[in-house]
């Protein structure tokens, strides 16, 4: 084999790997511009019998929109699904593989490309008001369905991403954890407790550990309805309301979290390791959160396949029951912001 043959071999085995190891459904690129056709690969495992459809579903429910049957090989969604491109009203959706019945594989998140609103704080006011200068449909995103795992010294999180209600802010939460952004990153900020004695946060994503540290860029705060809750995951951010980037917290209770909610966004939700959220926020601290050593870190993270859509593991809940939130609300200069 010639040097020429030996690179374009290389390639070729290259590219194989890169493709998702166990999607059924496979597109052929990210992005497709509005009224184009939608190339999908349909794979069939030898092992499964009967007739093979794609079921379009909505976010949470899993309802069914519509349903078609398929063939292993290329298919077009756009065909298949006219209302993807015809809707007045665009949503993200999931496309699922059901071979006999069964759901099999990963879903494809169908995100639109919408103009997002854009967040700013007036005078005299901390709570964000969102404003849009008119939603512009221009396409879809169209990726693999995707959760992010995290590999800590107390144990393992894995969290179920929610583009359905921010979509920019998931995506970006998995590149960076698919790129290796949160590889040997401390949780530099626990605040097991505030004043009234309800469950605040543990927070990660700053390789300096020092709170100020990101990305190298930033990302519009997204107006998320998911509220803050045990185990949901949400984006740090400073006084500026689209300083988001790589920090992130995890609730530690809704009672000590819920004055977050349409403040900060929230884009995700732990189907694992309730446990190891609890051993983290059980750290030793010094002031400011600060985690004394050893100090609880990643060790890496990674995309691993979600579940058939409707058929994964449920958000997990609190272990123990944090008291009853109604009279004793905390001050809103204890909201995460570490910059």
């Known amino acids: 084999m010639n040097k020429l043959s030996a690179l374009g071999f290389s390639f070729f085995v290259g590219f194989l790997c890169a493709l998702p190891a166990h999607?059924?459904?496979?597109?052929?690129?990210?992005y497709y511009g509005?009224?184009?056709?939608?190339?999908?690969i349909v794979s069939v495992p030898a092992d499964k019998q009967g007739e093979a459809v794609i079921?379009?579903?909505?976010?949470v429910t899993a309802e069914k929109v519509a349903t078609a049957s398929v063939l292993p090989g290329k298919v077009n969604l756009a065909t298949l699904f006219p209302n993807l491109w015809n809707t007045k009203t665009p949503s993200l959706m999931y496309a699922q593989l059901a071979v006999g019945g069964e759901r099999i594989g990963p879903a494809l998140v169908l995100q639109p490309m919408v103009n997002p609103k854009h967040a700013?704080?007036?005078?005299?006011?901390s709570a964000p008001k969102f404003s849009s200068t008119g939603e512009a449909y221009t396409g879809l995103r169209i990726y693999v369905d995707k959760n992010v795992r995290f590999d800590t010294d107390k144990g393992v999180i894995e969290f179920q991403l929610r583009p359905d209600v921010a979509p920019n802010s998931?995506?970006?939460?998995?590149?960076?954890?698919?790129g290796g952004f949160y590889t040997d990153v401390i949780?530099?900020?626990?605040?097991?407790?505030?004043?009234?004695?309800?469950?605040?946060?543990?927070?990660?994503?700053?390789?300096?550990?020092?709170?100020?540290?990101?990305?190298?860029?930033s990302i519009d705060l997204e107006q998320s309805s998911l509220p803050h809750d045990f185990g949901v995951l949400s984006m740090?951010?400073?006084?500026?309301?689209?300083?988001?980037?790589s920090q992130v917290f995890v609730c530690l209770s809704k009672g000590g979290t819920s004055f977050l909610d349409g403040n900060y966004t929230t884009f995700g939700q732990a189907i694992?390791?309730?446990?190891?959220?609890?051993?983290?926020?059980?750290?030793?601290?010094?002031?400011?959160?600060?985690p004394l050593d050893p100090m609880p870190r990643i060790k890496t993270a990674s995309l691993v396949d979600a579940a058939p859509f409707g058929t994964g593991p449920k958000p997990i809940t609190a272990p123990t029951q944090a008291p009853s939130l109604e009279s004793n609300q905390p001050a809103k200069s204890e909201a995460p912001a570490p910059r």
């Open 272 to 290: 694992k390791g309730a446990d190891v959220i609890e051993a983290i926020a059980a750290s030793p601290i010094g002031a400011e959160g600060r």
């Open 170 to 178: 998931a995506w970006n939460f998995r590149e960076l954890a698919g």
């Open 120 to 125: 700013s704080i007036q005078p005299g006011s």
């Open 34 to 40: 509005i009224n184009r056709e939608i190339p999908v």
């Open 236 to 245: 740090a951010r400073s006084g500026d309301p689209n300083s988001n980037g």
């Open 23 to 30: 999607a059924q459904l496979a597109p052929e690129r990210l």
């Open 55 to 59: 079921e379009l579903l909505r976010p």
């Open 187 to 217: 949780f530099h900020r626990i605040v097991p407790k505030l004043q009234n004695g309800q469950p605040f946060v543990i927070q990660v994503g700053d390789p300096t550990a020092t709170g100020s540290g990101g990305p190298g860029y």
